[in-house]
């Protein structure tokens, strides 16, 4: 036990009690938790400092609303329903297409406009919410996946996670849908998490189900060696979620759309730690350098950025 205790120290690998105690308590003030918490406020925030979003069609936040919905939606084919305050993909409707009988979820089955009307119901009773708190229902665009991740990837979306410390990008991977996850990037669902190297965007190793992987299980692909498009972009939106929020410690959700690029998802001030096992790196020693680092590096988004390529790709940590 005490060898194990001593390589986790070796490698740097931050465990939840620090987490929650050193980065979270201290770092993310409660009052400022529903600028992250609430997917609306959070679009709001991310128009203002110029962060793209997938487009907001529509908010029902009253059991009332649901009778302008059908204005709302017009004649949109394709649209994702999913709670303001959910988690984890829980209550999220992809809408494929519509006939004169109603919709098609992303499984190919029709949903009536009945049943739609009600699973909106449901997610403005909290059901989905991360409290169980009534909640609000977001009618958005439809992403369209850019497809570098095509030949690593089972349906659904593959996300980008970064985790942000003081506005440094400090650690990333992808996420990649499987059959295992029912095509959603979820790990704890099945999905594929890829470390991203931090100064070039391509992956390295990959993780399902705490297991390392080389080639995704349904496409027989190799996972390493991706470059993500526009990371430098990737990378400043990320940096840029600190002078959003206020927040010194979250995790960024992006995706890469095929037309309009890196979109910011959502933030998390709670991100979880299989990160660093898919980058086989401890987030302590980052975490770390950070606090070490002269405080005028990182003034601006691209400082931060600049100095995180520089201290955190994956030449840098083999000669360290």
């Known amino acids: 036990m005490f060898s194990a205790l001593r390589q ?45 979003t997938p487009a907001l069609y529509h908010v029902i936040e009253h059991h009332g609303d649901l009778a302008g919905m059908d ?8 649209f994702v329903v999913k709670p303001a305050r959910g988690a984890g993909g829980s209550g999220i409707v992809l809408i494929t297409d519509r006939t004169a009988d109603g919709f098609v979820n992303q499984n190919g089955n029709l949903i009536s406009s009945a049943d739609l009307a009600y699973h909106i119901s449901d997610i403005l009773s909290g ?33 980008i996670r970064i985790i942000v410390y003081s506005g440094v990008p400090v650690m990333g991977m992808v996420r990649l849908p499987t059959s295992m996850s029912d095509g959603k990037a979820n790990l704890h669902r099945g999905a594929i998490g890829a470390g991203i190297d931090i100064a070039s965007g391509k992956t390295l190793s990959a993780v399902c189900r705490s297991e390392a992987v080389a080639v995704h299980p349904d496409t027989g692909h190799r996972v390493a060696g991706i470059q993500v498009p526009e990371w430098e972009k990737v990378l400043l939106m990320a940096a840029t979620a600190l002078d959003m929020t206020g927040l010194g410690y979250m995790g960024v959700d992006m995706v890469i759309d095929r037309e309009q690029g890196p979109l910011l998802l959502e933030l998390n001030a709670r991100p979880g730690l299989a990160i660093q096992i898919a ?42």
């Open 71 to 78: 204005a709302a939606i017009n004649d949109r084919k394709r």
């Open 279 to 320: 980058n086989r790196i401890g987030l302590r020693l980052r975490l770390d350098a950070v606090d070490a680092a002269n405080a005028d590096t990182f003034a601006t988004p691209e400082r931060r950025v600049a100095w995180a390529r520089k201290h955190f790709g994956a030449k840098s940590a083999e000669s360290a």
């Open 8 to 52: 986790f120290r070796a490698i740097g690998l931050l465990g939840m009690n620090r987490r929650n105690g050193d980065y979270i308590m201290r770092c993310n003030p409660r009052a400022r938790y529903p600028l992250v918490d609430n997917k609306v406020l959070t679009k709001r925030l991310a128009d203002q400092h110029g962060v793209p």
């Open 127 to 159: 059901i989905h919410s991360l409290a169980g708190l009534e909640d609000s229902a977001i009618l958005e665009a439809m992403i369209y996946p850019d497809p570098v991740f095509s030949s690593v990837s089972y349906e659904g979306v593959p996300d």
